[in-house]
């Protein structure tokens, strides 16, 4: 028997707009439920804020302004703000009334392949992620430098290079990793990629708090170090242990020549290579065991990644997480990214690799065959074995559908639990955010921000992260599109 979506295309459409307000600190109430009051600190969210302009719509949301929404929870309520992130290209194209640039996903300028043929400029569009590090907020977009932002204002300080980590215009990824203090101290760890023929990763770990005693500051930089690996590399995230950055290089090949000539915008040049193979890089943290070594490539399975859930070690064996595709999803020069037809693109699916570091064998196996994406562990658990994650998960059992609903998931028993926001909802990225003391792995809360289709709004809810009940939702004055990645700040 089938079973059909129950969702209205309309409804899910209906958040790809752009975002007409900048609000500043209003003052929200549950209009259900309870707000915890141990829950203390900011949720921020980026994601496409803008996606049209002078009639032209972009040809793919991942192409529209970074727009940064926050959420402070504080002993006298929750505050809403939001601020789009004056970029270079944003600030230029407001001015202009029209798109400027070429998007990397497939956006072009005015005047059709003449006007874009041989303009490889890049737009910074922040768009990706935002995480505070010191004293301030970062704007991630993984192909150049972070944009910094004042972490309560959201004024844009403007492009940064970290005290001089980075080059002009060096790559930054928008998946940085928190490791809760492996080898020591908490830190942020995270990458950058130089393409070509060979790609070049970048590994570095940073401070994310002071330490007197030896005189570190937040936001600096620990350590470092590079390595090549043969073949065009593409890498959206990767995966910490106590002894490993764990990439996952997807068997994929990219010709640039449509480009170049106008035709199409960069990532739409990215397509599945037939008789590749995909490798892990397992690149050895500075902190850990096997520092200075070189790093292990190993066979991996078929199948594309952008996602990972958590990796960690377990004796000989290091077990990775993610979302697999059966193929590299892409939006041709000629599609409408509104009218696309789910059921002709592969859904997502967790699965489990289980690598042998003695022997190199892996071992792989599907948690479920529920489209999910965005999962995401206790941050206290990253980089470690741990029992639950939490992801957004399509309504329908099978199939590919919009996401809808989040699920916790039991990764020992395979016990599962579900809040759904269907037929008229649409969730994004799920946070789980620990209860300050708790003991175990699922007390605390799941915050997520839900396309209310009926309100043509957007909803907070707050989530029971053990049992999926829900605590409050915050019905906020403000249509956010769906969103891409965030993070909490505790208080
Ligand atoms: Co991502």
């Known amino acids: 028997m089938t079973v059909l979506p129950v969702y209205d295309r309309a409804d899910w459409a209906s958040a790809f707009r752009n975002v007409e307000v900048e609000l500043n600190g209003v003052a929200l109430t549950a209009a259900r439920g309870t707000i915890p009051p141990e829950l203390q600190g900011t949720l921020y969210r980026n994601g496409p804020g803008r996606m049209e302009r002078g009639g032209q719509w972009v040809h793919h949301p991942f192409d529209g302004d970074g727009m940064i929404t926050a959420l402070r929870f504080g002993p006298e309520g929750v505050q809403l703000s939001n601020r789009f992130v004056r970029t270079e290209g944003w600030q230029a194209e407001e001015q202009a009334g029209k798109f400027l640039y070429r998007g990397v996903f497939g956006t072009q300028k005015p005047g059709g392949v003449a006007a874009n043929a041989f303009d490889l400029r890049l ?13 301030q907020l970062l704007a991630l977009w993984e192909a150049a430098e972070p944009y910094a932002l004042d972490p309560d204002t959201l004024e844009t300080r403007g492009l940064t290079l970290l005290d001089g980590v980075l ?31 060979r790609s070049t990763i970048r590994l570095m770990e940073f401070a994310v708090a002071d330490d007197p005693a030896s005189g570190v500051k937040a936001g600096q930089l620990l350590s470092e170090r590079r390595d090549s690996f043969s073949g065009f590399a593409f890498l959206h995230d990767f995966a910490i242990t106590p002894n490993w950055a764990v990439f996952l290089q997807n068997a994929i090949a990219f010709n640039p020549l449509p480009y170049v000539l106008g035709q199409k915008g960069a990532a739409q040049c990215l397509a599945s290579q ?7 890089w397992l690149i050895p943290r500075d902190s850990g065991a096997f520092a200075g070594q070189k790093p292990r490539l190993i066979d991996a399975p078929d199948g594309f990644v952008f996602h990972h859930l958590n990796a960690w070690e377990e004796g000989d064996q290091l077990v990775v997480d993610s979302i697999y595709y059966a193929d590299f999803p892409s939006i041709g020069p000629e599609q409408d990214f509104r009218t696309i037809d789910f059921e002709l693109i592969d859904e997502g699916l967790l699965e489990q690799c289980r690598i042998d570091l003695a022997s190199g064998v892996v071992q792989t ?5 529920r489209c999910c994406e965005f999962a995401t562990v206790n941050p206290n658990r990253e980089g470690l074995s741990c029992q639950f994650a939490w992801m957004a998960v399509a309504e329908r059992e099978q199939g590919n559908d919009p996401l809808q609903a989040i699920k916790k998931l039991d990764l020992q028993s395979g016990e599962r639990r579900i809040w759904s926001a269907a037929p008229r909802g649409f969730v994004s990225e799920p ?17 997520c921000l839900v396309w209310n289709g009926a309100r043509c709004a957007s909803d907070l809810v707050i989530l029971d992260a053990a049992s999926l009940a829900e605590v409050a939702v915050l019905e906020l004055p403000l249509a956010v599109p769906h969103g891409l990645h965030g993070s909490w700040a505790p208080a």
Request: net charge positive; glycine share 16%; aromatic share 8%.
């Open 167 to 197: 080059k002009k215009g060096e790559a930054f990824s928008a998946h940085p990793r928190f490791d809760p203090g492996h080898n020591g101290a908490p830190r942020m760890v995270t990458f950058g990629v130089k393409t070509g023929p």
């Open 123 to 135: 737009k910074n569009i922040a768009n990706t992620h935002v995480v505070r590090l010191g004293d």
């Open 274 to 280: 037939p008789g590749g193979q995909a490798k892990f």
């Open 431 to 447: 946070l789980m955010v620990p209860r300050p003391g708790a003991t175990g792995e699922d007390d605390g809360w799941v915050l």
């Open 365 to 369: 196996q599907r948690y479920s065959e």
